[in-house]
Each structure stands twice: as C-alpha cells, then as structure tokens.
C-alpha cells in the first residue's frame, strides 16, 4: 500500500468513526427519550414505538461495524483461505447479534 492509498485508507476510518459516533449519540438521545415517556407514564404503545426505533438504529450501527471488520479487519491483506475461515468467524458473530435473547417474564 502506498502512502496516498494509506492516508485514504485512514480518512475512510477516520469519517467512518465519527459517522458511528454521530449515531450512537442519536441512539443515547433516544433512549433518554423513552426514560423521559416511562418517568411520564405515556401510553406504552409510543414508548414501544420508540424503543423498536432505537434497537432499529442500533442495529444499523451494529451492521456498518460488522461491514467495517469483514472489510478492514478479515479480508484485507490475508491469503483467500484465512479469508474464507474469517468470513466464517463473521458469520457466526453476525448469528448472535441479531438473534434476540429470550428471558422469562
């Protein structure tokens, strides 16, 4: 790689951080949102609106840091069969972020 791709590479990263931090400081407003509605006893189908509005974005956080690793962290500069066993490893953490944990009420 050379030193223009490398500062490219690194003003990619570096927009790419603040665009999920610019998220994720949405989210925390939001969730601050529906602490305000359960504190004034709103009508629990708005608050559940909200929440689903949340976990929505967090999801979408959830997917563009999973896009980040796949593209940066497992395929790039890696020999095509630790590519295929690390898409593999992504897979799996891609199953377990968007299956929902059960608890009993």
Request: charged letters at 30%; one cysteine or more; hydrophobic letters at 40%.
């Amino acid at each position: 790689m050379d030193a223009d791709t490398k500062q490219e590479t690194d003003a990619d990263l570096a927009q790419e951080v603040q665009g999920l931090l610019a998220r994720l400081r949405r989210i925390e407003g939001q969730i601050r949102g529906i602490h305000r509605m359960l504190e004034e006893d709103r009508v629990c189908e708005d608050i559940v609106t909200q929440l689903m509005a949340a976990r929505s974005s967090l999801d979408q956080v959830g997917v563009r840091l999973l896009e980040h690793h796949v593209d940066r962290c497992l395929c790039d500069d890696v020999a095509p069969e630790q590519a295929a066993r690390n898409m593999q490893q992504a897979l799996k953490m891609w199953m377990r972020m968007g299956a929902p944990t059960q608890h009993d009420a």
